[in-house]
């Protein structure tokens, strides 16, 4: 999932009446059918959970969060069984002290490798806002149900526009470093703690023009970096695959983009984004094999601009 803005419900409150096109709720249904067809899944959020609605500001203005409360974002995704999160810009919306809380809530690791309470000489020396990354220990069963272990790293990143959109609350408490030049401190550093694979959280848009310092949308370029193996992209709320984006590195067949699995699964929980890894075991190591990216909308629009909900088939 990406970009939940806080869309927990199928509810629209602006119009203050159910709607078929937005909520985590829903997306839960698809989340459960990939379960159930999947050998192996972790689910990952992309950030952007915490902002985006009434329900948002409600919490935020109004109610408040006191000692022990769960963010109700956080209480769904809490439900889900997330196996981690990364921190979108709009997490800053309300001020770092609301967003600690709302944080400590999450019963699953938030990370986010270019975000400081303050730099050091080199990112990896910076003093970090949240962990850096995050490696999975895990099982995967193979075709014949035998089970071996997997390393993932799960690594975040954040546009560093943070430090402008919310001055008011960062200037002076938070710092942010270009998301590809933390990408290439941070991963080889991951590599060396021996994972099999590499997971970008990416709350990043996919921008196929020169790389440029404090790029704001960096998921392309994100991509091709050694080390990395698969994409998860957002911020920008749209979709990929897709007819949305083309040219040079983008592969809307498998949804490789520069050669690496990637997705972006739009907002509000509209759709559920897949990377379909088959992993290959070798000697005590895995490859990938193959990949393909698929998005699952929760809901379809007739000619007729009729809504009608698509929720995933599972018992
Ligand atoms: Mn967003
Ligand atoms: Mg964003």
Redesign the pocket.
């Known amino acids: 999932t ?2 939940l ?1 806080c869309h927990v419900q199928p509810y629209d409150y602006y119009a203050d009446k159910p709607a078929d096109t937005m909520g985590l709720a829903r997306t839960a249904s698809i989340i459960e059918e990939i379960r159930a067809e999947a050998t192996n899944a972790l689910l990952f959020d992309n ?2 959970y915490l902002q ?1 609605n009434p329900m948002g500001d409600y919490i935020a203005y109004s109610k408040g969060m006191a000692a022990g409360d769960i963010h109700p974002v956080i209480a769904g995704m809490n439900t889900l069984r997330y196996a981690a999160g990364t921190l ?3 997490e800053f919306n309300y001020g770092i002290d609301f967003l600690e809380k709302v944080n400590a809530g999450a019963n699953f690791p938030i990370v986010c490798a270019n975000v400081a309470r303050k730099l050091g000489a080199s990112p990896r020396e910076d003093e970090l806002f949240v962990r850096p990354y995050l490696i999975v220990e895990t099982e995967l069963a193979d075709g014949a149900g035998v089970k071996h272990p997997l390393k993932l790293g799960v690594i975040g990143f954040v546009p560093p526009q943070i430090l402008q959109w919310d001055r008011a609350h960062l200037e002076g408490n938070l710092f942010a470093r270009d998301i590809l030049q933390a990408a290439r401190a941070w991963v080889p550093q991951l590599r060396e703690e021996g994972v099999d694979l590499v997971v970008a959280l990416a ?1 990043t848009g996919l921008d196929a023009s020169a790389e440029t310092e404090g790029m704001e949308n960096a998921a392309y370029h994100l991509a091709a970096i050694e080390g990395i193996d698969a994409v998860i992209s ?4 749209k979709v990929w695959p897709s007819t949305e984006y083309e040219g040079e590195g983008f592969d809307a067949e498998t949804g490789q983009i520069m050669g690496k699995p990637a997705v972006m699964a739009g ?1 509000w929980g509209s759709h559920l984004g897949v990377i379909d890894l088959m992993l290959e075991r070798v000697g005590d190591s895995w490859q990938l094999a193959a990949s393909q990216s698929t998005v699952r909308p929760i809901y379809t629009r007739g000619d007729d601009r009729k809504v009608t909900a698509l929720l995933g088939d599972y018992t």
């Open positions: 990406t970009d803005h950030g952007d985006g979108g810009n709009h709350h957002g911020h920008q709320h907002f």
